[in-house]
């Protein structure tokens, strides 16, 4: 039977440019607020794309491309994506969805909340040289 959980508290996930850590850890909900049970899953896919408002004009570029992401906690629909080397490669602000894959071989997306995204920025006083006296 699945739980009624609500949206989870954490909205916003911040790295700097060329992090591949923390993994992105983010449980999943139906349309409904329910938990998605992934016992069944097959495995799980992550895209993730710049944040656009305007997606019939400019069209959202990837730069995760159903990326192979893990299943942490099943049956509370938990899932895991380990960022690898060029993944947050490009300063701004991305929105992101899951693919489930489940074993009978039919596909569920995740759409993303409009308050959940990645922000990917630049270290302080990137591109200044020290001064040396």
């Known amino acids: 039977m699945p739980t009624q959980g609500g949206i989870d508290q954490k909205k916003l996930w911040k790295y700097g440019v060329n992090d591949t850590g923390p993994p992105l ?3 999943l909900f139906d349309m409904d607020g329910f938990v998605i049970d992934l016992t069944l899953a097959d ?7 710049w944040r ?9 570029q990837a730069i995760v491309d159903r990326g192979v992401g893990s299943v942490i906690d099943a049956f509370n629909g938990m899932v895991q994506y380990d960022w690898q080397p060029g ?21 569920q997306t995740t759409l993303p909340l409009a308050y959940d ?4 920025q630049a270290a302080p006083f ?3 040289k020290a001064y040396t006296p």
């Open 52 to 60: 656009s408002y305007d997606h019939f004009f400019h069209p959202t």
């Open 25 to 27: 850890t983010k449980q």
């Open 87 to 107: 993944d947050l490669r490009s300063v701004g602000q991305y929105d992101f969805s899951w693919e489930i894959v489940w074993l009978d071989g039919t596909v």
């Open 126 to 128: 990137a591109g200044r």
């Open 117 to 120: 995204y990645i922000s990917v």
């Open 43 to 49: 495995k799980v896919l992550l895209s993730v794309g």
